[in-house]
T-cell receptor, first 114, second 111 residues
Framework: KAGVTQTPRYLIKTRGQQVTLSCSPI?????VSWYQQTPGQGLQFLFE?????QRNKGNFPGRFSGRQFSNSRSEMNVSTLELGDSALYLC???WGQGNNSPLHFGNGTRLTVT | LAKTTQPISMDSYEGQEVNITCSHN???????ITWYQQFPSQGPRFIIQ???TKVTNEVASLFIPADRKSSTLSLPRVSLSDTAVYYC????????????FGTGTRLTIIP
């Protein structure tokens, strides 16, 4: 099975711009979750989608949003970029039901805001 | 949601067995314990998962005592390629919770 695929791998944007990141989950996985990883804050949960519905959201401002399509692929969007949004953005997929469905991560999108 | 506590860093020599312990005093009845490994600029990789007692796979063992308030990841005969950050994650899979990763343990293998 192909793993979780995230595109693009690297991205450089300017303050005030917006960005859209894409995630293709493992085939058959219906849950997709997003994380922000920075050296100072570690891995922080952004949100999770299951069957096109957002089930949970982390403590991030409304500039961070996401969606999931009927084929389980997901996108996340960050509007009005700030320097502090520079981070590795990780997507993970899982079967999504039951208590023991491990997360499978992509290799992330490295976003740099200048 | 159970908060986890792990050592920030550990060093070990090649060929030795390494044990990393994670404390999770508030673990809930339905919670599983999952360990991940992360290399720089890559996403975390699933290593092993357990609920109680002992679980073993081709890369690691996971020991969970009866009270389940802690767990120990055991890596046998480590090599330089095991240098990574290891995360312990406790919880169910979403639904009514936000999965929270702790700070992780930075393991450095010394030649």
């Amino acid at each position: 099975k192909a793993g979780v695929t995230q595109t693009p791998r690297y991205l450089i944007k300017t303050r005030g711009q917006q960005v859209t990141l894409s995630c293709s989950p493992i085939s058959g996985h219906r849950s997709v979750s997003w994380y922000q990883q920075t050296p100072g804050q570690g891995l922080q949960f952004l949100f999770e989608y299951f069957s096109e519905t957002q089930r949970n959201k982390g403590n991030f401002p409304g500039r961070f949003s996401g969606r999931q399509f009927s084929n389980s692929r997901s996108e996340m969007n960050v509007s009005t970029l700030e320097l502090g949004d520079s981070a590795l953005y990780l997507c993970a997929s899982s079967w999504g039901q039951g208590n023991n469905s491990p997360l499978h991560f992509g290799n992330g999108t490295r976003l740099t805001v200048t | 949601l159970a908060k986890t506590t792990q050592p920030i860093s550990m060093d070990s020599y090649e060929g030795q067995e390494v044990n990393i312990t994670c404390s999770h005093n508030n673990i809930a009845t339905n919670d599983y314990i999952t360990w991940y490994q992360q290399f720089p600029s890559q996403g975390p990789r699933f290593i092993i998962q357990g609920y109680k007692t002992k679980v073993t796979n081709e890369v690691a063992s996971l020991f969970i005592p009866a009270d389940r308030k802690s767990s120990t990841l055991s890596l046998p005969r480590v090599s330089l390629s095991d240098t990574a950050v290891y995360y312990c994650l406790v919880g169910t899979n979403f639904g009514n919770e936000k999965l929270t990763f702790g700070t992780g343990t930075r393991l450095t293998i010394i030649p």
